[in-house]
């Protein structure tokens, strides 16, 4: 059972992901309490955006950190969100059209692991609870490092696991046991999407070993926020001078 949860086969994730769009922002917010907003501000406050060059948002969904940093920089930047799931982008698309802002947000339809963007292109790389979805996850950093500039940002916002003793073991069967049975009535999702939730965070590198694995793609100064007890971590790390070829 556990294996088939975690089948993260590209036809898998995509289909996964397309089915569960029509719920997808709603059942993010219920389950998350609304904290999720408040995760996504802080992290275009942790990594803040400049006047200079565009900013990729990389598994995009359905746009809400991409609006997020729109709002950050105050619509002086252009922003792309990237993402290979079709009805996500077609939310993603709605919301930025209600906002008045779709004249500066763009959002293409592309696979993490293969974006169809040069190298060096831009100043922030984000991705906000995708990156465990990545088929193969060290090819997604590595695209990440690609196609942000030298001197440039990568920032992973990503579940993490609680270690309190008493919240930690709270957490952990509210994720295990409640999210999975909330999500699934309310999505009816056909691919088991919020068991897959739960089981992919707890077998996903978090903390020094997730930072460590930044590093190792070449990106310098990594370093790790926490939010809410560690159910969430950012991670941000520096591109070096040296241009990718």
């Not at 898998?12 to 769009?21: D, K, L, T």
């Not at 002086?76 to 993603?92: K, Q, T």
Request: a positive charge; one cysteine or more.
């Amino acid at each position: 059972m556990a294996s088939s949860l975690l089948d993260k086969r590209e036809t898998r994730i995509r289909q996964m992901f397309n089915n569960i769009a029509p719920t997808y922002d709603l059942l993010n917010h219920l389950l998350s309490l609304n904290i999720d907003r408040y995760w996504r501000w802080r992290t275009t406050r942790l990594a803040p955006p400049t006047n200079d060059g565009p900013i990729l948002d990389l598994c995009t969904g359905t746009g809400d950190l991409a609006l997020a940093y729109d709002r950050a920089a105050k619509g002086a930047v252009p922003i792309v969100g990237a993402d290979f799931c079709h009805e996500m982008l077609v939310r993603a698309e709605r919301k930025s059209q209600r906002r008045h802002v779709a004249d500066r947000l763009r959002f293409v339809e592309a696979d993490a692991q293969h974006l169809p963007f040069p190298d060096n292109m831009f100043q922030i790389v984000t991705v906000a609870f995708g990156l465990r979805n990545v088929t193969d996850t060290d090819r997604g950093i590595a695209e990440m490092v690609r196609v942000t500039r030298p001197g440039g940002r990568v920032a992973i916002l990503e579940f993490s696991q609680p270690r309190h003793w008493l919240f930690g073991r709270m957490y952990r069967f509210y994720f295990r046991r409640m999210l999975p049975l909330i999500g699934q009535v309310l999505s009816r999702s056909k691919d088991s999407a919020y068991r897959y939730l739960p089981a992919s965070v707890l077998e996903f590198p978090d903390g020094e070993a997730l930072a460590e694995r930044l590093r190792k793609h070449g990106l310098t100064d990594v370093h790790w926020h926490p939010f809410t007890f560690s159910i969430a971590t950012l991670y941000v790390g520096t591109k070096g001078d040296k241009v990718t070829r």
